[in-house]
């Protein structure tokens, strides 16, 4: 049986409590030496990025091992580990070890890091390196996002249950693993709150804050591509049209929690969203897709115009100008 105290959410965007020795999770007060890595310790062994760099955005230099956020030694052990575990000992399975998770796990082990990526960035700006000419801080739109995200987030440490919906759409895509090509690779985006990984034959995609309606607006791209092995380059285009999707997504889904009864084991969370006064999506736009395209496309140096040529038809190496899936990338010739 759970306390009520158990099933109080813990808000840090009231007072911006980022930087103060609180808990990232559940806002208890923590001593300095109480951490939790934004990345976990064996994802990055496994994949040999501890002391790689990373810019965050007040141009501040550290490492991935060195990003750490504020945690109580609750949270990590009866929290955070356990969520670890499993995660890894699927992620040892490869695919078909991932595809056995509950979605639900993945957006918390997603969602997790993405957060404390952003708290990381939030304390920053607090005492900048070099003080920013735009600040998450002062931008009440992404604030209200994070804050509304971080209310299920919380479905880590508290038990939540939501009610007819799943805040997140999460897109598991198989890939082929070339020769030198990276086991790991990671992409994410504070503005359109998309976080994805690629684990050895899968990238997972997690846009963490739509209520699945990006998933649900890009049926007709994932949908041919169900058993489907992508290539590199096809993922990177499947990419490019989520974080796309994702850019023109308009509305920020608000979490509600019905007052609890005395004999409840869990929250249950409702949601709204306001599609009356603002429309779900912005206008698709070919050149902003083409943008997005471009920079997925990077280190094979494909250019918007090449992407552009033939606007009628631009550049896919998922589908044929029939609209059929390209099995044989390499055996075809390519136009570029
Ligand atoms: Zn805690």
Same mark, same amino acid.
């Not at 280190?299 to 059929?324: C, H, K, M, V, Y």
């Given at each position: ?5 158990d099933?109080?959410?813990?808000n ?30 064996w ?5 040999n ?15 991935y ?69 735009y600040s ?5 739109r992404?604030l209200d996002?994070?804050?509304s995200f971080f ?42 709150m998309?976080?994805? $990984? ?5 990238? $997972?995609?997690?846009?963490?804050l ?14 041919? $591509? $169900? ?8 993922a ?6 989520v ?8 509305v ?69 100008a029939?609209?059929n ?12």
């Amino acid at each position: 049986m759970l306390s009520m105290a158990d099933f109080n959410l813990y808000n840090p965007f009231e007072g911006l409590l980022f930087a103060g020795p609180f808990c990232f999770l559940c806002g208890q007060p923590v001593s300095a030496d109480e951490k939790e890595s934004v990345f976990p310790a064996w994802l990055m062994a496994r994949y040999n990025f501890a002391h790689q760099e990373v810019l965050l955005l007040d141009k501040t230099i550290t490492t991935y091992q060195n990003l750490n956020i504020p945690c109580c030694t609750v949270c990590q052990h009866q929290h955070l580990a356990p969520l670890e575990e499993k995660v890894q000992a699927a992620a040892a399975q490869g695919l078909i070890g991932l595809r056995a998770l509950d979605e639900k796990l993945l957006f918390q082990w997603l969602g997790k890091m993405f957060y404390g990526m952003l708290v990381r960035e939030l304390i920053a700006e607090q005492d900048p390196l070099i003080p920013p000419t735009y600040s998450l801080s002062d931008d009440i739109r992404m604030l209200d996002k994070f804050q509304s995200f971080f209310k299920v987030l919380q479905s880590i440490r508290v038990p939540m249950q939501f009610a007819d919906f799943v805040p997140f759409s999460l897109f598991m895509v198989p890939v082929k693993l070339a020769a030198g090509e990276l086991p790991f690779e990671y992409r994410d985006d504070l503005h359109t709150m998309v976080f994805s $990984l690629k684990l050895e034959d899968t990238w $997972l995609i997690c846009c963490l804050l739509d209520n699945g309606i990006i998933k649900e607006a890009l049926h007709r791209l994932w949908q041919p $591509l $169900l058993g489907k092995q992508l290539e590199a380059r096809q993922a990177a285009e499947f990419l490019a049209q989520v974080y796309y999707a994702a850019y023109l997504f308009n509305v920020i889904p608000e979490y509600f929690v019905r007052p609890p009864k005395p004999h409840d084991t869990h929250l249950i969370m409702d949601t709204l969203i306001d599609d009356i006064t603002a429309t779900v999506f912005n206008p698709w736009q070919l050149t902003g897709y083409a943008h997005m395209f471009e920079e997925m496309l990077k280190r094979w140096g494909i250019t918007e115009a090449e992407i552009l040529r033939d606007p009628n038809q631009p550049l896919s190496f998922l589908f044929d100008a029939a609209g059929n899936f390209r099995e044989n990338l390499n055996d075809e010739t390519e136009a570029i």
